[in-house]
């Protein structure tokens, strides 16, 4: 159980940080590289708990990337956080966790 958690964090971390490393690219973002791995590591471990985790960390993330981006409007910081989420469904669905 420790071991798939593990792995999780790790695959959605590495998953998450690429990308919200490509959106920004794609957009002409400016994106601190470290506070883009600090937002992808820290929503990673928010997403898979119970209940609400998904949610809570969906919100974050939002906040975090409007906070920390010199990002326009709702159109980039939306398509990363929804791109985030359907990653973390994904890995979480691989590692069962």
Known sequence: MIV???HYF???TLLT???LWAVPKLFGIA???VDML??????SA???LYWAGLVLALIIM???ILRTTDADGWREATLMVV?????WMIVMAMFSV
């Open 4 to 6: 798939s958690i593990v």
């Open 10 to 12: 790790v695959v959605a």
């Open 17 to 19: 940080a690429c990308w």
């Open 31 to 33: 994106v601190p590289v």
């Open 38 to 43: 600090i937002i992808a590591a820290l929503c």
């Open 46 to 48: 928010i997403s898979p």
């Open 62 to 64: 939002a906040l975090l």
């Open 83 to 87: 791109g985030s989420g359907v990653i």
